[in-house]
């Protein structure tokens, strides 16, 4: 069994008590962790070497950003990819070992994109549909013929109509508009990936990681987006044994706006 999980922090050092409750009461063998917002010598490592997860891939930097992988198993081939040329730490892979493979994990934290989604007016907008350009290009060429892999991470789109709230209130909303999701499903596609989350959920079923801090009563309107996914290669797809998106978690004491989520790989 190898159970993989990823959660936008939304500042590590702040939501360390956090990250340690869902280590001990989930027990993940992998954790993901987007928008840590540190550089990498400020971050609590010792914290999770403590909690059983020795080995760590970090890059971060000061205040932004920042992705991170955590486990309790070897991690090897450690890398890290900058996009767009923003020297921004938005990407970090490692590998592990699963049933016998080698499995490269790539967790990604792409932009949120601003407020306006017009990329003529909107520098942060056009740098969102550059960066997933740049992911379907990577992903369209020989480093990923025929290799095991796991995308995770805060992609920051939700894809379909039931990935959030009210298609009709957010259609022209950033994170749920035509141009954003055209870009992912070529992301998708380049990769020939399978989106775990909707292979175990159908598609038709709301579905939501991420709930707004603007929110007064988050729970009460449950106004959320699926932003956070999962998703993997062909030849790992078989292996979904259980999926768990903790929407308590957003209840937690100073929480972050997503929740955790975490799917189980079985060997067949």
């Known amino acids: 069994m190898l159970r993989i999980a990823t959660w936008n922090i939304n500042s590590v050092r702040l939501r360390m008590p956090l990250v340690l409750r869902y280590l001990h009461e989930h027990q993940p063998d992998v954790l993901c962790l987007q928008e840590t917002k540190c550089r990498d010598a400020e971050f609590p490592a010792s914290d999770l070497r403590s909690a059983g997860y020795e080995h760590l891939a970090i890059h971060g930097q000061k205040g ?147 709930w707004s801090y603007r929110s007064p009563n988050w729970l009460a309107a449950d106004k959320g987006r699926r932003l956070d996914h999962i998703w993997l290669s062909g030849d790992l797809a078989a292996n979904v044994d259980a999926l768990e998106i903790l929407k308590d978690a957003r209840g937690w004491e100073r929480p972050s706006d997503h929740v955790p989520v975490l799917i189980s790989l079985k060997s067949r």
């Open 64 to 210: 932004y950003h920042g992705v991170a992988i955590a486990s309790r198993h070897p991690l090897s081939s450690i890398s890290r990819r900058d996009f767009c040329a923003k020297g921004d730490a938005r990407h970090i892979a490692a590998t592990v070992e699963f049933a016998g493979r080698e499995v490269a994990i790539h967790n990604f934290y792409v932009p949120a994109g601003g407020d306006v989604p017009d990329p003529q007016v909107n520098p942060k907008f056009a740098h969102k549909l550059g960066f997933l350009e740049e992911m379907s290009n990577w992903m369209s060429g020989p480093d990923w013929q025929n290799s095991s892999a796991i995308l995770v991470g805060d992609l920051n789109i939700a894809p379909l109509e039931a990935d959030v709230w009210s298609h009709k209130a957010l259609m022209n909303v950033v994170s749920h508009t035509a141009v954003e999701i055209d870009r992912l499903q070529n992301v998708l596609a380049a990769g020939a990936w399978v989106d775990a989350l909707r292979q175990q959920i159908p598609p038709h079923e709301k579905l939501y990681t991420w």
